[in-house]
């Protein structure tokens, strides 16, 4: 087995299909939050990053055009509709915030002028939309 690479392969998916009962169980035993406990250590994943950043410009090089598009649509687009559907109410808590930020900001920017008279206007909000902060867990 060690030697054939498709027997291995087929052998790795197989497994993980019948995986779904001790995922589960991996992850409900976790104590503390992956994100919080990564936050904790932003010295550890800078030095990684710069220690790494060679290797990773090699990986992510070594996916051409064509193989990065046929994954795209053969593997992306069908997740499209469930990713979207789960995501759902983590975006509508997102908009939510968003779109009372925008009303907020529309009340503080500078009266509209005659046409081509509204730079400052236009510039006044996308400094206000720069200063948008997003929700966390969103």
Excluded: C
Excluded at 46 to 61: D, F, I, P, S, Y
Excluded at 121 to 137: C, E, L, N, V, Y
Aim: no cysteine.
């Amino acid at each position: 087995m060690k030697n054939n690479a498709t027997a291995a392969a087929q052998k790795w998916a197989s497994a993980m299909a019948g995986a779904s009962a001790s995922y589960t169980a991996g992850v409900q035993a976790v104590t503390v939050a992956p994100g919080q406990k990564a936050a904790a250590s932003q010295a550890n994943y800078l030095a990684g990053v710069q220690n790494k950043v060679g290797e990773w410009a090699t990986n992510v090089a070594a996916v051409g055009l064509g193989e990065w598009q046929t994954a795209a649509v053969n593997k992306g687009a069908s997740r499209l509709g469930s990713g979207a559907t789960a995501a759902q109410p983590k975006f509508q808590q997102f908009l939510t915030a968003l779109l009372a930020y925008e009303q907020n900001q529309l009340g503080a920017l500078p009266p509209r002028g005659p046409k081509g008279s509204n730079d400052q206007r236009m510039i006044a909000w996308s400094h206000a939309m720069q200063q948008f902060k997003k929700p966390a867990g969103t």
